[in-house]
């Protein structure tokens, strides 16, 4: 088996692809052999972002923001985009996640916001999962409010190097599988 590094090598760009074809221009963070087969951790070089909608809650008291779904966010894109152009940002179509190019806006207290993530897990340990974002732009579509938003922490890619220099999606299944062998390796590696 070859090994990971003549793949890619550690701080080198690849392209990341899923199934619809969509790519993701990433740098190889670390890079590893898990069972015979190369795997790497990526960061993408473009901005992910992600869009919220804002909706009534269960009990119909309280605004909540909700996660807009893969298949509304064809209907959202354009006037995202235009809204991200007027910051002189380019909203794309990437794998796994939609992702900005230019210049962010700095950070500040007033446009950061902390998001619960852990309430739909099952596992309990993680029910107090949190995430934090920092707010982009919002704009209105047919009466909803929308706020597009960048994790304020890194996105770290697991994926599959393959012997064309690429790099593909793990699916779900495999990641799941695979998680314990990874976190020993990369604990491994961290020492």
Not at 133 to 142: D, H, V
Request: net charge negative; with cysteine; charged share 30%.
């Amino acid at each position: 088996m070859t090994p990971p590094s003549e793949f890619a090598q550690e701080g080198s760009t690849v392209t990341l692809r899923d199934e619809a074809g969509r790519s993701l221009p990433c740098q190889v963070e670390q890079t590893f052999d898990l069972g015979g087969k190369p795997y790497a951790l990526l960061f993408p070089i473009d901005t992910p972002v992600e869009i919220f909608a804002w909706a009534t809650d269960e009990d119909g008291e309280e605004e909540v923001m909700v996660d807009v779904e893969d298949e509304d966010i064809d209907s959202l894109f354009a006037t995202a985009k235009a809204v991200l152009a007027e910051q002189n940002l380019h909203l794309q179509r990437s794998a796994i996640t939609l992702t900005v190019a230019g210049d962010l806006p700095d950070a500040e207290e007033e446009n950061c916001f902390t998001l619960d993530v852990g309430e739909d897990l099952e596992d309990e340990e993680d029910e107090d999962a949190s995430e934090d974002f920092q707010i982009l732009a919002t704009f209105f579509q047919q009466d909803v409010e929308y706020t597009i938003c960048t994790p304020v922490d890194p996105l770290l890619i697991f994926a599959y190097m393959t012997p064309t220099g690429d790099a593909e999606v793990v699916p779900p299944e495999e990641f799941e599988r695979l998680q314990p062998e990874l976190e020993a390796t990369l604990f491994d590696l961290l020492e």
